[in-house]
T-cell receptor, first 112, second 114 residues
């Protein structure tokens, strides 16, 4: 059974810092990996999707990497801003029905 | 700007009552997922439809939960009878199985069962 872990559970940084969020998964037979952002009381916003054959994806200040063999992904946020404050969720898509298994999330607070 | 819509956004009901949640997937998407989010369990999959056919509902308590897609523009999740432990946020997501399988989430239905 796939298990997804995110470290750290919470992170507080001053504005402008670069930061890395970590995601690990136990079964490397994945179809894709998706990073989401969730604001309090809101739904999930997809940030980046990495297919199993890819190593990384970039969107603006965000860069996500995938090392399938070691069961790890990282989300790099450059020059963090207070508007980046949210919970970041990593989700792994399985090779069967492509259903997502979610990590428990990292709660990020960026202070002005 | 295509989005997944869910109704109602909030629902408060008494134990034993029937609850129906509705989801309109993005036009052209052929996969629909129902997830439940709680503080204790996080996000977990309840049911999955492809081309309106249920493919996986192993995460759903069968005795009280049911999920259907009466047509391509509507997915429903029903709880009968509801219990306090069903209190959670229920999310619907849609995607295309012929594409990248990226899932797009709706705003969720926050259910409180008293």
């Amino acid at each position: 059974k796939q298990e997804v872990t995110q470290i750290p559970a919470a992170l507080s940084v001053p504005e402008g810092e670069n930061l890395v969020l970590n995601c690990s998964f136990t079964d490397s037979a994945i179809y894709n990996l998706q990073w989401f952002r969730q604001d309090p009381g809101k739904g999930l916003t997809s940030l980046l999707l990495i297919q199993s054959s890819q190593r990384e994806q970039t969107s603006g200040r965000l860069n996500a990497s995938l090392d399938k063999s070691s069961g790890r992904s990282t989300l790099y946020i450059a020059a963090s801003q207070p508007g980046d404050s949210a919970t970041y969720l990593c989700a792994v898509g399985d090779t069967g029905f492509q259903k997502l298994v979610f990590g428990t999330g990292t709660r990020l607070l960026v202070s002005p | 700007d295509a989005r997944v819509t869910q109704t109602p956004r909030h629902k408060v009901t008494e134990m034993g009552q029937e609850v129906t949640m509705r989801c309109q997937p993005i036009l052209g998407h052929n996969t629909v997922f129902w997830y439940r989010q709680t503080m204790m369990q996080g996000l977990e999959l309840l049911a999955y439809f492809r081309n309106r056919a249920p493919l996986d509902d192993s995460g759903m308590p069968k005795d009280r939960f049911s999920a259907e897609m009466p047509d391509a523009t509507l997915a429903t999740l029903k709880i009968q009878p509801s219990e306090p432990r069903d209190s959670a946020v229920y999310f619907c997501a849609s995607g295309r199985s012929t594409h990248s399988y990226e899932q797009y989430f709706g705003p969720g239905t926050r259910l409180t069962v008293t």
